[in-house]
């Protein structure tokens, strides 16, 4: 089995900083998308940002130009760097990453989930 452990949440003020780290553990041939989701009260989760094996980044409009993707493979490691952060950043910042395991000689994709890690902006 694979776990993601996510770290870096917590209070900030408006136009701080705060990073994000999930790392990746358990039985893994190798990691392909990785991606950073949040989930607002009252508001479905929606994608925040994501980054191929190949290190091609995409982002949420709204996000662009203040949040940073990045991933260190030999780690097994997503980042999230955020910058200028809002009010409206408030969440909570979930990591998911493409598995490629390895059972019986064949390979297997599955989308892995860390726990969750709250973000709040608040002055």
């Known amino acids: 089995q694979v776990q993601l452990v996510e770290s870096g949440g917590g209070l900030v003020q408006p136009g701080g900083s705060l990073r994000l780290s999930c790392a990746a553990s358990g039985s893994i041939f190798s990691i392909n998308a990785m991606g950073w989701y949040r989930q607002a009260p009252g508001k479905q989760r929606e994608l925040v940002a994501h980054i191929t094996s190949d290190g091609s980044t995409d982002y949420q409009d709204s996000v662009k130009g203040r949040f940073t993707i990045s991933r260190d493979n030999a780690k097994n490691t997503v980042y999230l760097q955020m910058n200028s952060l809002k009010p409206e950043d408030t969440a909570v910042y979930y990591c998911?990453?493409?598995?490629?395991?390895?059972?019986?000689?064949?390979?297997?994709?599955?989308?892995?989930w860390g726990q969750g890690t709250q973000v709040t902006v608040s002055s």
């Open positions: 998911m990453m493409v598995v490629t395991t390895l059972s019986s000689g064949l390979h297997y994709e599955y989308d892995y």
